[in-house]
Protein backbone atom coordinates (compact mmCIF):
# COMPACT_ATOMS: atom_id res chain seq x y z
CA UNK A 1 0.00 0.00 0.00
CA UNK A 2 3.28 2.52 -0.67
CA UNK A 3 2.36 6.05 -1.45
CA UNK A 4 -1.33 5.93 0.15
CA UNK A 5 -1.92 7.38 3.07
CA UNK A 6 -3.52 5.05 5.73
CA UNK A 7 -4.67 5.32 9.22
CA UNK A 8 -8.26 6.60 9.16
CA UNK A 9 -11.17 6.06 11.93
CA UNK A 10 -14.05 4.54 10.25
CA UNK A 11 -17.37 4.31 12.58
CA UNK A 12 -20.61 2.13 11.19
CA UNK A 13 -22.85 3.08 13.33
CA UNK A 14 -27.09 3.72 13.81
CA UNK A 15 -30.23 1.52 14.68
CA UNK A 16 -30.35 -0.20 10.99
CA UNK A 17 -28.87 -3.72 10.28
CA UNK A 18 -25.69 -3.99 8.34
CA UNK A 19 -23.17 -2.49 10.50
CA UNK A 20 -20.89 -5.74 10.83
CA UNK A 21 -21.95 -6.59 7.30
CA UNK A 22 -20.42 -3.23 6.41
CA UNK A 23 -17.20 -3.86 8.28
CA UNK A 24 -16.56 -7.13 7.34
CA UNK A 25 -17.35 -6.28 3.56
CA UNK A 26 -14.82 -3.85 4.16
CA UNK A 27 -12.39 -6.53 5.50
CA UNK A 28 -12.83 -8.72 2.59
CA UNK A 29 -12.28 -5.77 0.04
CA UNK A 30 -9.12 -4.94 2.35
CA UNK A 31 -7.93 -8.61 2.11
CA UNK A 32 -8.07 -8.61 -1.13
CA UNK A 33 -6.06 -6.01 -1.99
CA UNK A 34 -3.25 -7.15 -0.16
CA UNK A 35 -4.28 -5.94 3.25
CA UNK A 36 -4.08 -7.73 6.69
CA UNK A 37 -6.58 -7.17 8.44
CA UNK A 38 -7.51 -8.20 12.27
CA UNK A 39 -11.06 -8.29 13.39
CA UNK A 40 -12.16 -8.33 16.87
CA UNK A 41 -15.57 -9.36 18.08
CA UNK A 42 -16.59 -7.68 21.04
CA UNK A 43 -20.29 -8.70 23.25
CA UNK A 44 -20.57 -11.70 20.16
CA UNK A 45 -20.38 -15.30 21.42
CA UNK A 46 -22.77 -17.68 19.67
CA UNK A 47 -21.84 -18.68 16.34
CA UNK A 48 -22.49 -16.94 13.02
CA UNK A 49 -22.78 -17.82 9.41
CA UNK A 50 -19.83 -15.73 8.71
CA UNK A 51 -17.50 -17.01 11.07
CA UNK A 52 -16.28 -20.05 9.17
CA UNK A 53 -15.89 -18.20 5.73
CA UNK A 54 -14.17 -14.88 7.37
CA UNK A 55 -11.29 -17.51 8.80
CA UNK A 56 -10.88 -18.93 5.57
CA UNK A 57 -10.40 -15.72 3.86
CA UNK A 58 -6.25 -15.21 3.12
CA UNK A 59 -5.31 -11.87 5.36
CA UNK A 60 -7.94 -11.91 7.79
CA UNK A 61 -7.70 -13.19 11.41
CA UNK A 62 -10.75 -12.84 13.71
CA UNK A 63 -10.86 -13.15 17.63
CA UNK A 64 -13.46 -13.55 19.92
CA UNK A 65 -14.16 -14.79 23.86
CA UNK A 66 -13.92 -18.26 23.72
CA UNK A 67 -17.23 -18.14 25.62
CA UNK A 68 -20.59 -17.47 25.23
CA UNK A 69 -21.64 -14.81 28.52
CA UNK A 70 -25.27 -14.07 26.61
CA UNK A 71 -26.60 -10.72 26.90
CA UNK A 72 -24.88 -8.65 28.96
CA UNK A 73 -28.23 -7.45 31.28
CA UNK A 74 -28.89 -11.15 31.91
CA UNK A 75 -25.09 -11.61 33.42
CA UNK A 76 -24.06 -11.32 36.81
CA UNK A 77 -21.46 -9.51 38.02
CA UNK A 78 -18.69 -12.46 37.48
CA UNK A 79 -19.40 -12.82 34.25
CA UNK A 80 -19.21 -9.65 33.15
CA UNK A 81 -16.26 -9.17 34.93
CA UNK A 82 -14.85 -11.81 32.89
CA UNK A 83 -16.37 -10.88 29.26
CA UNK A 84 -14.54 -7.30 30.32
CA UNK A 85 -11.03 -9.18 31.46
CA UNK A 86 -11.36 -11.18 27.93
CA UNK A 87 -12.19 -8.11 26.15
CA UNK A 88 -9.19 -5.80 27.66
CA UNK A 89 -7.02 -9.27 26.20
CA UNK A 90 -8.31 -8.89 23.01
CA UNK A 91 -8.01 -5.33 23.14
CA UNK A 92 -4.47 -4.96 24.04
CA UNK A 93 -3.95 -7.74 21.61
CA UNK A 94 -5.33 -5.71 19.04
CA UNK A 95 -3.69 -2.61 19.85
CA UNK A 96 -0.25 -4.02 19.74
CA UNK A 97 -0.92 -5.06 16.51
CA UNK A 98 -1.70 -1.84 15.19
CA UNK A 99 1.59 -0.28 16.83
CA UNK A 100 3.69 -3.40 15.26
CA UNK A 101 2.30 -2.59 12.00
CA UNK A 102 1.99 -6.56 11.78
CA UNK A 103 -1.98 -5.91 10.53
CA UNK A 104 -3.19 -2.92 7.86
CA UNK A 105 -6.50 -2.79 9.14
CA UNK A 106 -8.33 -3.25 12.56
CA UNK A 107 -12.13 -4.09 13.05
CA UNK A 108 -13.70 -3.78 16.16
CA UNK A 109 -17.25 -4.65 16.14
CA UNK A 110 -19.97 -3.52 18.38
CA UNK A 111 -17.38 -1.80 20.42
CA UNK A 112 -19.70 1.14 20.70
CA UNK A 113 -22.31 -1.50 22.78
CA UNK A 114 -19.10 -2.49 24.67
CA UNK A 115 -17.87 1.27 25.52
CA UNK A 116 -21.35 2.54 26.73
CA UNK A 117 -22.03 -0.81 28.98
CA UNK A 118 -18.39 -0.12 30.27
CA UNK A 119 -17.36 -3.53 28.98
CA UNK A 120 -13.97 -2.68 28.27
CA UNK A 121 -11.02 -0.17 29.43
CA UNK A 122 -12.37 2.91 28.36
CA UNK A 123 -9.87 4.85 28.96
CA UNK A 124 -7.08 2.50 26.75
CA UNK A 125 -10.07 2.55 24.34
CA UNK A 126 -10.08 6.32 24.25
CA UNK A 127 -5.98 7.08 23.99
CA UNK A 128 -5.77 4.60 21.14
CA UNK A 129 -8.92 5.51 18.83
CA UNK A 130 -8.37 8.90 19.41
CA UNK A 131 -4.66 9.03 18.92
CA UNK A 132 -5.04 6.40 15.65
CA UNK A 133 -1.40 5.30 16.11
CA UNK A 134 0.62 4.20 13.34
CA UNK A 135 -1.18 3.12 9.74
CA UNK A 136 -3.62 1.07 10.37
CA UNK A 137 -7.40 1.33 9.40
CA UNK A 138 -9.36 1.36 12.31
CA UNK A 139 -13.26 0.14 12.26
CA UNK A 140 -15.71 0.15 14.85
CA UNK A 141 -19.31 -0.71 15.13
CA UNK A 142 -22.59 -0.62 16.53
CA UNK A 143 -25.25 1.71 17.71
CA UNK A 144 -24.59 5.10 19.34
CA UNK A 145 -20.99 5.95 19.56
CA UNK A 146 -19.55 8.40 21.70
CA UNK A 147 -18.76 11.80 21.25
CA UNK A 148 -15.35 11.43 21.47
CA UNK A 149 -15.01 9.10 18.35
CA UNK A 150 -17.34 10.95 16.22
CA UNK A 151 -14.81 14.18 16.79
CA UNK A 152 -11.82 11.62 16.40
CA UNK A 153 -13.53 9.44 13.38
CA UNK A 154 -12.97 10.15 9.48
CA UNK A 155 -15.78 8.17 7.85
CA UNK A 156 -18.87 8.18 9.94
CA UNK A 157 -21.53 5.90 8.23
CA UNK A 158 -24.64 5.63 10.07
CA UNK A 159 -27.22 2.70 8.93
CA UNK A 160 -30.52 3.80 9.35
CA UNK A 161 -33.77 1.19 10.13
CA UNK A 162 -36.78 1.98 7.83
CA UNK A 163 -38.47 -0.96 8.11
CA UNK A 164 -37.32 -4.80 9.74
CA UNK A 165 -39.15 -7.78 9.36
CA UNK A 166 -38.74 -7.92 13.50
CA UNK A 167 -41.58 -5.41 13.25
CA UNK A 168 -43.69 -8.31 11.81
CA UNK A 169 -42.57 -10.28 14.35
CA UNK A 170 -40.37 -12.48 12.48
CA UNK A 171 -37.40 -13.80 14.75
CA UNK A 172 -33.66 -13.46 13.65
CA UNK A 173 -32.90 -15.81 10.41
CA UNK A 174 -29.27 -17.39 9.99
CA UNK A 175 -27.59 -16.37 6.91
CA UNK A 176 -29.65 -13.16 6.94
CA UNK A 177 -29.50 -11.70 10.42
CA UNK A 178 -26.76 -13.86 12.03
Do not use: C, Q
Given at each position: MKGERMGFLHIYCGDGKGKTTAAIGLAIRAAGAGMRVHIIQLLKGSDTAELAVLRNIPGITLERCERNYGFWFNMSEENRNALRSCHDEM????????????????????????????????????????????????????RDPAEIFLQSADYVSEIKCIRHPYEKGIQARRGIEY
Open positions: LASGYGMVRSGSVDMLIIDEFNAAYSLNALDRRAAEAFLTEKPGNAELVITG
